[in-house]
């Protein structure tokens, strides 16, 4: 089954507003990625948070982690029609190279 | 961070044959990871493509039907076999990162496949 579980599936917002992406997941983690997807091409990696940090910032990207409740949350600021794209959380629990995708929310920015 | 090139791109393939997918990386890399996207789906775990051993599969994957070949640390390929219409999906090349961020992956665009 799926490691990681996200909400919303969809999300539409206008361009310049703010979108919040949330993922949950169930057993413990060493590390939780987000990774975006344009259009069934190939994923990008966009930020990795450790199981012992709670907050991560890239640009326009910051990511939150709560092991307690094994959830997190990527929140892109000011959006652009260009961040219309399928994100994914992915979670790896000890082995370093083998990570678990979550369900993915469906981004679309409309200008 | 490494690039990755899969080909082909995109195919259509009748039910009944197979299609070999290429995946060269522009450095050496230890393992290799093939992964299915079905369609509106996540993205699944076929195999870990090792170089000098055999591949090793997930659990729903078999090596009949999806044989990786692994003869060097920069090239693999995986054969999707005697296709149906559910192996219509798209398949996924990619590494691992090196430096700090472990666990990090690297993808390549991916290989469309469509079974009639």
């Known amino acids: 089954s799926q490691q990681g579980e996200e909400d919303p599936q969809a999300l539409s917002i206008q361009e310049g507003e703010n979108a919040t992406m949330n993922c949950s997941y169930k057993?413990?983690?060493?590390?939780l990625q987000w990774y975006r997807q344009n259009s069934g091409r190939g994923l990008v990696h966009l930020i990795l948070?450790?199981?012992?940090?709670r907050e991560k910032h890239s640009g326009r990207l910051r990511v939150t982690l709560d092991t307690s409740k094994k959830s997190s949350s990527l929140l892109i600021t000011a959006s652009r029609a260009a961040d219309t794209a399928s994100y994914f959380c992915?979670?790896?629990?000890?082995?370093?190279?083998?990570?678990?995708f979550g369900t993915g929310t469906k981004l679309q920015v409309i200008p | 961070s490494a690039v990755i090139s899969q080909k082909p791109s995109r195919d259509i393939c009748q039910r009944g044959t197979s299609l070999t997918i290429q995946c060269q990386v522009d450095?050496?890399?230890?393992?290799m990871f093939w992964y299915r996207q079905q369609p509106g789906q996540s993205l699944t775990l076929i195999a870990t493509?090792?170089?000098?051993?055999?591949?090793?599969?997930e659990s729903g994957f078999v090596i009949d039907k999806f044989p990786i070949s692994r003869p060097n640390l920069t090239f693999s390929t995986l054969t999707v076999s005697n296709m149906s219409p559910e192996d219509s999906s798209i398949y996924l090349c990619?590494?691992?990162?090196?430096?700090?961020?472990?666990?990090?992956?690297?993808f390549g665009e991916g290989s469309r496949l469509t079974v009639l």
């Open positions: 990619s590494v691992g990162g090196r430096g700090i961020n472990t666990g990090e992956l690297f």
């Open positions: 057993t413990s983690i060493n590390n």
């Open positions: 948070i450790r199981s012992n940090e």
């Open positions: 992915a979670t790896d629990a000890g082995s370093y190279q083998k990570v678990t």
């Open positions: 450095s050496q890399v230890t393992m």
């Open positions: 493509a090792n170089q000098g051993s055999e591949a090793t599969y």
